[in-house]
């Protein structure tokens, strides 16, 4: 009898432990899904962006007068020959006092990091994928 009684118990707690892990990794599963989901559908749009920054640099292709590239000029010319005079003033001390411009040196840094490192690597890696699908 008692035999049977603990049995029962066991049995009892036994299924309801179980359907409660059950319960548990069906729970981790779905927020995993809804994880992947949402990471999926962040990588679809991040393509969707890049297509369309293709099509306006393809479509910029060849005017030279075009905003991207004005864009480029208006920032790079004034920094880069900003940076010149004060690598040269440094170098040679010429005496030329270049002022300060707090606007280029916070984001001179970030200019130049987008267009040498960024770019450069960016043709680097299409260069690469390129020579591995040949």
């Given at each position: 009898?008692?035999?049977?009684?603990?049995?029962?118990?066991?049995?009892?707690?036994?299924?309801?432990?179980?359907?409660?892990?059950?319960r548990?990794?069906?729970?981790?599963?779905?927020?995993?899904?809804?994880?992947?989901?949402?990471?999926?559908?962040?990588?679809?749009?991040?393509?969707?962006?890049?297509?369309?920054?293709?099509?306006?640099?393809?479509?910029?292709?060849?005017?030279?007068?075009?905003?991207?590239?004005?864009?480029?000029?208006?920032?790079?010319?004034?920094?880069?020959?900003?940076?010149?005079?004060?690598?040269?003033?440094?170098?040679?001390?010429?005496?030329?006092?270049?002022?300060e411009?707090?606007?280029?040196?916070?984001?001179?840094?970030?200019?130049?990091?987008?267009?040498?490192?960024?770019?450069?690597?960016?043709?680097?890696?299409?260069?690469?994928?390129?020579?591995?699908?040949?």
């Amino acid at each position: 009898m008692m035999e049977m009684l603990l049995r029962w118990l066991s049995s009892t707690l036994l299924n309801r432990l179980l359907s409660i892990a059950e319960r548990r990794m069906e729970l981790a599963n779905q927020r995993h899904r809804v994880d992947a989901d949402l990471a999926a559908e962040e990588i679809r749009s991040e393509l969707k962006a890049r297509a369309e920054a293709r099509k306006v640099l393809i479509a910029e292709t060849g005017y030279f007068w075009s905003a991207g590239r004005l864009g480029r000029l208006v920032f790079v010319l004034p920094l880069g020959g900003w940076w010149s005079a004060v690598c040269l003033d440094s170098i040679f001390r010429f005496g030329w006092q270049i002022a300060e411009v707090p606007v280029l040196r916070e984001w001179g840094g970030v200019i130049v990091a987008s267009l040498f490192l960024v770019d450069g690597a960016r043709a680097i890696s299409r260069g690469y994928v390129a020579a591995r699908k040949a």
